[in-house]
């Protein structure tokens, strides 16, 4: 099995920087991306390299670094040169321009579908046999029962699960705020350990065997199926999750340095493209009903391991991610509030 622990991949031959006029060159790219998105790069990047040189006659090497999400934003504004960032909110992607203005505040726009390529959900992952019993939210709480997630502080995954479980309490009680945050804090009770990303987390569930159930990603879920083998793990689809997106962005003032540009921009455009939708689809990731596929993937269709279900957005639920992060993450928000009653 592949290590999870590589945090920077050099995905597509040698780095040369300098060249013979009229020779082609070579440009490098560093995507700096979220905890789960490792295999789904090494995939792309390849993908990409080999289009941009027949179109080109260019080599284009993209190095990857992985980590927390939030952690990731925080070193591309402390000085990470990052060509393009592709992490698992738009919250984090909004800091890097508000907090280092390397990139305009209408980053969203420059892309389809606010810059998002792919959705997913958040999902529990289990042992054969599914032997807790765990079906639903409201199993998560029962006395006795391990479960395994990142740091919401750090984790873009981890944040996206407690808004699960916040939004899915809210939905079955009439919104009942109250009764949201008891359901967190009970939640958290039951978490033994914070990893700080979402690749940590399935690493302590899935190799170190902690834990009764992973709150993970989707595509991150199918991964852990795929990597120990059928029948070891199990995915448990609850009621109702959140609606997934995890944006792509270049970061103007790194590429225009770097003197990247157009080939950052055509690396994040390549992603909507079949040939990327197709990748996207093929590594666990969810295509919108609107997205391209190729000729083989229907479009709108999900493999049978993704079966439809019902799911509710950031912006219905919790008014966007600017006012989620203030509220629940915020340092003093409610997240910091609960998890000090552990």
Known sequence: MKRFCHEVLVIAGACIFFCLSGEAKTVTLLNVSYDPTRELYQAVNKA?????????????????????????????????????????????????AEKANLLPKTWQHRLPNNSTPYTSTIVFVVRKGNPKGIKDWQDLIRPGISIVVANPKTSGGARWAYLAAWGATLKSSHNDEAKAKEYITKLFQNVPVLDSG????????VQRGIGDVLLAWESEAILSQREFGAGQFEIVYPSISILTEPPVAVVDRVA????????????????????????????????????PTSSDRPVGRVKPSMPPIQTFSVEEVFGGWQKAQKTHFSDGGVFDQIYGTK
């Open 48 to 96: 990409f390299a080999k289009e941009w040189k027949q179109k080109t006659g260019d080599d284009v090497v993209i190095n990857q670094s992985h980590g927390g999400s939030g952690k990731q934003a925080r070193a591309v504004i402390d000085g990470l040169d990052a060509d393009v960032v592709t992490l698992a909110l738009s919250y984090d992607i909004d800091a890097i």
């Open 198 to 205: 979402a690749r940590g987390a399935t690493t302590t569930f």
């Open 256 to 291: 225009a340095k770097h003197g990247t540009t157009e080939v950052a921009a055509a690396y994040l455009t390549f992603l909507f493209s079949p040939e990327g939708q197709r990748i996207g689809f093929e590594h666990g990731f969810r295509i919108r009903p609107e997205s």
